[in-house]
Structures are given as C-alpha cells and as structure tokens.
C-alpha cells in the first residue's frame, strides 16, 4: 500500500469517527431539550395576606330629607300668593293669604265677650267678699253667701271659656296667612288668587321639599348582612361604629361618582319578605342639590376590615360547573389546583378568605394551556440574567 493510500483511509477514518462522536452528542442532548421544551412557561405571582377594607355596592334610590305638604287650615278665598315656584323658601315665609275679614270680626267678638265676662267675674268677688264678711256677723243667710260663692265660679268658668275663644280666633286669624313649615325649595301652586280653600279639603295647595341634606336608601341581602354582623361578632372583621359607617356613591344616571360622602343612619329590623332584602339608610351633604329625590344610585357602604385575606386577580380565577371558583398555583414544578372561598369584588380583584397560603405561585395567564399535573416554568425564572460563571 502506497503511502498516499494510507493518508487517504487515515483521513476517512476520522471523518467517520468525528460524525459517529457528533451523533452520539446531539442524542445525548435531546432528552435535555425536549424537557425543556415540555415545560409550559407561565405568568405567576406570590400570594400574600393584607388587611382588606370591604367595601359593598348597593342598588338604592335617594329620598327627599323632608317633605311637606302644604293645606289651608281654614275656609276662604285665596287672595294673593306669595311665592315663586321652584325658589327656595325659608320656614315661616308667607306663602298665601286668605280673606281675613270674616276671621277678624269673629276675632273682635270674642275679645268683647270676653270683657264682659270679666266684668261679671269682678263684680262677683266683689260680693262674695261682701257676703263673706255679713255671713260671720248673721247678717245675711248662708244661703246668700252659698250663692255670691257660685256665681263667682260660674263668672270664673265663663271667662276661661271666652279666653279659650280669642285663642281660637287669634288661631284662625294666624291661618289666614299659609306659612312654610320646613325651609326647602317649593313646587308649583294648585291654586291662584281667588280661588276657594277649604280646611278639610284633600287638594294641596303646593309641596316643599327640603334637598340638603338629603336620605340614599340601599337595599342589601338578608343572608348578606347576617353574614357580616356575625364575622364583627367573632371577630374576623373589624366593624366601624354605626355612627361612623363611611358611604360613597355612584349615580347611574351620569355614570359619576358623587363628590360627598355620606354616613349610614340606620338599616331596617326586618327583611323584605318579596325580595328578601333588608334596606339601610345613608345621609349625604347635597348643597348644590345635585341629588334630587327618585334618582337611582349605586351606594358603597364599608363593612369593615378583613384582617389576613388575600386579593386573587379575577383573570387568575376559573369556576367549575357547579359554580365553585378554584385557581392554580405551581408545587414542585407542575400544576396543582386549589378551590378558594370569595369573599367579595374589590375592583379587579376577588378578595379571598381561604384556599391559598402565603407564598403560593398563583398562575396569571395560560390557563387553557396548562391542566394539573401539567409541567411548568414560571418566565420570570426563565428570562432571569444569567451570572457568568
């Protein structure tokens, strides 16, 4: 064999070497890469507990502070009104007079009958003295001064009985002018000058409603407040003081928040039966009288403080059919699902009481991709910098 020969079969034999080395390396990766490859990699975040503020939306409707309705309290002929419709009045701004006449001459009668029933109610203790001072000398009967004794309690009765008649004329004639009862802004009038009123009649004249401050009403579930008055009982909830309950609002007309807040009053000591309901009143400032009564509004009234509870992304929470809600977290490098208990929304959040733990790696987004079980790799590790060795 020649030595060109020799060089050439040396040649090919390394060749054949180098190829058969380089299999063997690139099999020997595969399993490697095809691991990674089955990892699915996932947006995660660590749980932690917080205290938590809840806060609930209520439906609810607002309702004038005070309304009054405004009726003639004697019989006459309106003579003049005194008021703009729509404007603001002040209590014991005169609104209407009535024909006084007929009142007045009633008014001075009675002062004359009274005058003289004082006359004689004067002229009977004048005898009765009289009479007291003769009886002890015998020299009038006892008769006599039994009667001079009745005549000035029956004088007395007459003049309590006159008296009683000028106050209920001074009465009427003060009800000839209609007066306002509250302060706040007044409707339209039913009736013009000269039209006839009545006391007993059921027209109304006009009504005021007073707008600042003005009453929410919100209804919420029965089963819901239970709820919470027991989680303040065993302690679970920090609960603020009735007084102190803090209400925000949102009017459905504008789609805006209110810019007051308001304070809650009371709720009701029963359930609605039809809606199984109870409602809670809320007091808000109003002195642009931006609310007016009737308006639908969505009430946020604080609950309390959950203390050690966590907010799960809503987008990180599935339900199953049954309507339990469960989440996955990574254990060990797979998928591991955990059903959670809600509490309530808070914005983009669900708060939850139980059924994760601090430091769980809650799974954000591809959760159509992954199942339990299923390998995964949260792409925070997987785009970590790498240190140089």
Known sequence: MSVNSVVKLSTVTFLALSLISCGDSDNAKKPMVAAKAKAMPVETMIIKTERIKLVEDMPGRTIAFRKTEVRPQVDGIIQKRMFEEGAYVQEGDPLYTIDSGVYQATLDATKADLARVQATLSQAVKTMNRYKLLVKRQAVSQ????DAVSELAQAKAAVAAARAQVDQAEINMEHTIVKARISGQIGSSAVNEGSLVTASQTTLLTTITQLDPIYVDVTQA????????HAIKSGVLQGAAPDKVEVSLLIDATGTDYAHKGTLKFSDVSVNETTGTVRLR???????RDLLPGMFVHGRVYQGELENAFLVPQKATMRRPDGSAFVYVIENGKVSSKEIKIEQASGQNWVVTSGVKVGDALILDGLQRVGPGSDVVDQATLSAPKTAK
């Open 143 to 146: 008769q006599k001064y039994d």
């Open 222 to 229: 029965g089963g819901r407040l239970l709820k919470i008055k």
């Open 282 to 288: 809320a007091i808000f400032p109003n002195p642009n």
